[in-house]
């Protein structure tokens, strides 16, 4: 059974902020923020690029570009942040109602940055399992970027939290970007290594800690250690093995979407899988979207014409918690057909 991306929707806000404006405000040198970080501008959210509301806009263009009825779908899956317009809220349910989804039914999914690459797992996987769902819409936006404080230098490696929001549209039977394997890594060492210190029922919100209502990293030195030990090791190993489950290997590689982050890791990444750099697209003038950026990669690839029938397309992801997942892609038709 054949699970495709019908259709992909992006939103990105108008503003944005400058890597050069980002090294003023934090004080440190602008060529840290372009060169190391990859930072050379990066989008904000304007007065009415809410959470939910920017999935909306990007749902909306990706049922457009597909020319479907919102009626035919049955499933939304919201993939935006946890931070949205209210605090305690189903937001995919807002969603179904804003596009005309009136036949569907919605639920919110949530594995930071890793949101996407799981959900397309669990759609694909309730596609297969449910006979009556055909049709399923991945929506929702992302701003944690109002969670930095950027003179915070423990904090400093997500200066290039974004905006923005995407959807991706899937059908079952649909021939053509059929999603192949997932695999998912999750790592609960360090699970509670970068959180919003105030807010929750530990520390619940009051006049006097409105300041530590921002993303802190509680031992930086003490997570930085680990990370290095397990984080390019788990990036390589999700993909290896989503591609490997696939029935491919890294041979196979004509486009890698990867997440934004800094520079040497992304080439790095590149680099282990014999991959060049036209076979990926380093988003330093978007920074990081959070889970939206595996839909903004692939938009901007079938742009610029990176894509091409029967490509082996791997996305990628790693979130804070911490996450690492990788989706295979067998883009357009497949050769021979």
């Known amino acids: 059974m054949q699970i495709g991306?019908?259709?992909?929707?992006?939103y990105l806000p108008e503003s944005v902020i400058t890597g050069e404006n980002i090294a003023k405000v934090a004080g440190i040198p602008t060529e840290i923020v372009e060169n190391k970080m990859g930072i050379k501008k990066k989008t904000i959210p304007g007065p009415n690029d809410h959470t939910c509301a920017m999935g909306v806009l990007a749902a909306k263009k990706a049922i457009s570009k597909?020319?479907?009825?919102?009626?035919e779908i049955d499933v939304v899956i919201y993939i935006g942040e946890e931070h949205k317009e209210y605090p305690l809220w189903t937001a995919g349910i807002k969603l179904q109602e804003e596009i005309g989804a009136y036949n569907a039914?919605?639920?919110?999914?949530?594995?930071?940055?890793?949101?996407?690459?799981?959900a397309l797992k669990i759609a694909k996987d309730m596609m297969i399992s449910d006979p009556s769902i055909h049709t399923v819409l991945l929506a929702g936006g992302y701003r944690n970027g109002?969670?930095?404080d950027y003179s915070n230098k423990r904090t400093q490696f997500m200066f290039n939290l974004g905006a923005?929001?995407?959807?991706i549209l899937l059908k079952k039977g649909h021939e053509k970007n059929v999603i192949l394997e997932s695999k998912l890594i999750t790592d609960g060492s360090f699970s509670?290594?970068?959180?919003?210190?105030?807010?929750?029922t530990k520390q619940p919100l009051t006049e006097q800690n409105l300041s530590l209502h921002k993303l802190d990293v509680q031992d930086l030195e003490g997570m930085k250690a680990r990370l290095e030990q397990k984080s390019m090791h788990n990036f390589l190993k999700v993909i290896r093995?989503?591609?490997?489950?696939?029935?491919?290997?890294?041979?196979?590689?004509?486009?890698?979407g990867l997440l934004h982050m800094k520079r040497s890791a992304h080439e790095y990444v590149l680099k282990e899988l014999g991959l060049s750099k036209d076979q990926s697209i380093y988003l330093e003038d978007y920074g990081h979207i959070g889970q939206i950026d595996q839909i903004l990669s692939l938009e901007l690839a079938e742009r610029e014409g990176k894509l091409k029938d029967g490509d082996i397309v791997v996305l990628v992801s790693a979130g804070i918690g911490y996450a690492w997942g990788a989706t295979t892609i067998r883009w357009g038709k497949e050769e021979g057909k």
């Open 5 to 10: 991306i019908v259709s992909t929707g992006i």
């Open 66 to 71: 597909a020319g479907i009825d919102p009626l």
């Open 105 to 118: 039914w919605a639920f919110d999914a949530a594995l930071r940055c890793g949101t996407t690459i799981m």
């Open 146 to 148: 109002d969670f930095i």
């Open 164 to 167: 923005g929001g995407g959807a």
């Open 192 to 200: 509670e290594d970068v959180v919003v210190v105030a807010g929750g």
């Open 241 to 256: 093995t989503s591609l490997t489950n696939s029935g491919y290997s890294e041979r196979d590689i004509r486009y890698l």
